[in-house]
């Protein structure tokens, strides 16, 4: 069974920085495109950052230069890190896991909520 579980979500202030993390289980982890999303209240969920199997990155224009989407395959875990937060970063964030990379992404996570205010 796969399943995947965010944690380090929380409130910080502007310009604060946080690191969410993903461990999952149940599949050959290493092989697998990862992904982060997030969803604001009334919003649409939007995919944030991406990572493949072989470590390439890509993200939203708005996160660009502040947050780093990472793995460690050894530890089965996918990393967010998240500086310069701006209040319009406040979302539920979830992980993803697809197998194939050309794919709709197949396995979510609960989320973790981020919070950005004064």
């Known amino acids: 069974q796969v399943q995947l579980a965010e944690s380090g979500g929380g409130s910080v202030e502007p310009g604060g920085s946080l690191r969410l993390s993903c461990v999952v289980s149940?599949?050959?982890?290493?092989?697998?495109?990862m992904g982060w999303f997030r969803q604001a209240p009334g919003k649409e969920r939007e995919g944030v950052a991406h990572?493949?199997?072989?470590?390439?990155?890509t993200y939203i224009d708005s996160v660009k230069g502040r947050f780093t989407i990472s793995r460690d395959n050894a530890k089965a875990t996918l990393y967010l890190q998240m500086d310069s937060l701006k209040p319009e970063d406040t979302a539920m964030y979830y992980c993803?896991?697809?197998?194939?990379?050309?794919?709709?992404?197949?396995?979510w996570g609960q989320g973790t909520q981020v919070t950005v205010s004064s």
């Open positions: 990572i493949e199997g072989n470590g390439k990155t």
């Open positions: 149940g599949f050959t982890y290493g092989s697998y495109c």
């Open positions: 993803a896991a697809k197998v194939l990379c050309r794919n709709e992404y197949q396995f």
